[in-house]
């Protein structure tokens, strides 16, 4: 049996130990769940590298006790010298180099905004000395490096090796570190101390942001030092969909929300709490498919966005995508938006406070390039605009590129609240229908209902192929059947990365906290 952990007080789940741990300290200490993640999200920008990190965007979702969820939008915009003319002679962005490193790093800015809030709903009792303590102490004294981390700088040393800063930071001694070596980044740590000494507006309008703003300029990056001055995180409204199990939240453009949420408002019409293993990934599948038309179509900077996307979770959209699900046969779909390295991270705390938080620098590494003497590794996030003027995603100085991020959270109707979310790009609201329906609908335990085989509909790392990738425990009849529904169907390892880590907390009418992490992550979910 797989269990979840539960406790009375305080619960965090992270993808890496370290980080719930860090966040778990706070919360005994008496600071409040955005505290907390704070605490987290530095702790994880240090001991998970490849995955997230200052130079990266977040958003947050957050519930609090009474009243309605806010979220934040930390993500930065194109740089004010990304122009297509910058990217004269070039037919896509790059994905990786300076020309690849072309919006504004937003998610300190998110971390001062969630600090603000703290305060706002009666907490911010902790300095910020306090929250960065561990992420200092991790990045000069050195972590074990992750066996995620080592596969990662393996598999991409070739395209990253030669990008600035790459490898006097992430190989030392010229060599892909070994799993459970000492990692060190102590140009990182100045940085974190820097930032506790200064305060986070320091990024941007301090003397730290002028040190990144030289970097730039001789890496010859379109950001500039006004770039960084102008970056606030904003307090934005989640979008919500009321389903037959109650309320659930995501985040509106430029992310991904809308496809997580109109997925389970198209399966919310199609009997899942009755489906076989194979009809719940088949139904999910044609959702998402359904839902990614809808992405493809609307998401973007949310200035440009000329739809009201709250109107097609409100209207009948969503049940005449469901009426045109074949139950017997897929559909054929266009491509992907391909994977993307990122972290969930969920907190609750003893006041009712709910936190669901994604931080990520895009792919593995982001573009690559660690600015001079900072230790950041700047994200790759602008790789998503694209150089055609006529396409929704055209690429424009100022302009915010779409975000597969987008963390969730529910209200369900017998009372309990919930926070969830994965890593992984395309796989994002898939895993997110995943845990949702397993645990909510089929009453699957949350850890067993984390823990399952998962599927993937789209790309995976370094692969162009747009199958319908499930993991290797699935049943062999499960297999057989969706191949037998018309799914091009691949197989991958039986705990595979690509289909994200996920993890949830789950406040119960009691009061008390159940939180489960991922078994293919180096998570936990640390309660007392």
Request: aromatic content about 6%; cysteine-free.
């Amino acid at each position: 049996m797989i269990q979840s952990n539960m406790a009375p007080l305080g619960m965090a789940v992270t993808p890496h130990h370290l980080a719930s741990e860090s966040a778990l300290a706070v919360l005994r200490e008496g600071g409040n769940a955005l505290e907390a993640m704070v605490a987290a999200a530095a702790t994880i920008a240090v001991v998970y590298p490849h995955m997230n990190g200052l130079g990266g965007d977040s958003f947050w979702l957050v519930v609090p006790p009474q009243g309605e969820p806010i979220a934040i939008d930390a993500s930065g915009a194109a740089g004010s010298l990304a122009h297509p003319d910058f990217y004269h002679g070039e037919r896509t962005i790059p994905h990786r180099g300076p020309k690849a490193a072309l919006t504004v790093a937003g998610t300190v800015s998110g971390w001062d905004e969630a600090l603000q809030l703290a305060q706002e709903l009666g907490g911010g009792s902790l300095p910020l000395p306090r929250l960065l303590r561990d992420a200092i102490r991790y990045a000069a004294d050195g972590i074990p490096v992750t066996a995620s981390q080592a596969a990662a700088t393996a598999s991409k040393r070739a395209e990253l090796q030669h990008q600035p800063g790459f490898a006097e930071t992430y190989l030392p001694d010229g060599e892909v570190p070994r799993p459970g070596s000492r990692f060190t980044q102590p140009a990182l740590a100045r940085t974190l101390s820097q930032l506790s000494e200064e305060g986070l507006a320091s990024f941007y309008r301090g003397p730290l942001a002028h040190q990144l703003a030289r970097g730039f300029s001789a890496l010859g990056m379109p950001i500039t030092l006004e770039d960084l001055q102008q970056q606030r995180a904003r307090r934005t409204q989640p979008l919500h969909l009321k389903h037959s199990e109650g309320d659930i939240w995501n985040v509106a453009p430029p992310t991904q929300g809308l496809v997580s949420l109109s997925i389970l408002g198209i399966t919310d019409h199609l009997a899942m709490a009755e489906a076989d293993e194979a009809h719940t990934v088949h139904r999910i599948v044609e959702a998402t498919k359904q839902a990614f038309s809808l992405r493809d179509q609307h998401i973007t900077d949310p200035r440009h966005v000329t739809e009201d996307l709250q109107a097609i979770l409100d209207g009948d959209q969503l049940a005449t995508f469901a009426a045109g699900i074949d139950d017997d046969r897929a559909s054929p779909w266009g491509t992907g938006r391909g994977p993307g390295d990122t972290v969930w991270m969920g907190v609750m705390d003893s006041s009712g406070l709910a936190v669901s938080f994604i931080q990520s620098i895009y792919h593995e590494f982001g573009s690559g390039v660690v600015i001079p003497d900072s230790g950041i590794t700047w994200q790759n996030r602008g790789a998503a605009f694209s150089l055609d003027p006529h396409h929704l995603l055209a690429l424009a100085p100022g302009k915010q590129p779409f975000h597969t991020l987008n963390p969730a959270a529910a209200r369900l109707k017998d009372g309990r609240v919930m926070v969830y979310g994965s890593m992984g790009g395309d796989g994002q609201p898939q895993t997110q229908a995943a845990i949702f329906t397993r645990h909510v609908l089929q009453g699957v335990p949350l850890q067993q209902a984390v823990s399952a085989p998962r599927w993937l509909l789209g790309r995976t790392w370094g692969q162009s192929s747009d199958s319908l990738k499930l993991e290797g425990r699935f049943a062999p009849e499960t297999v057989e059947q969706l191949r037998q529904l018309g799914h091009e169907v691949e197989l991958l390892p039986d705990y595979s990365e690509a289909v994200g880590h996920a993890g949830a907390i789950v406040r119960h009418i009691n009061g008390m906290l159940e939180g489960a992490s991922d078994p293919r992550s180096n998570g936990s979910a640390a309660g007392f």
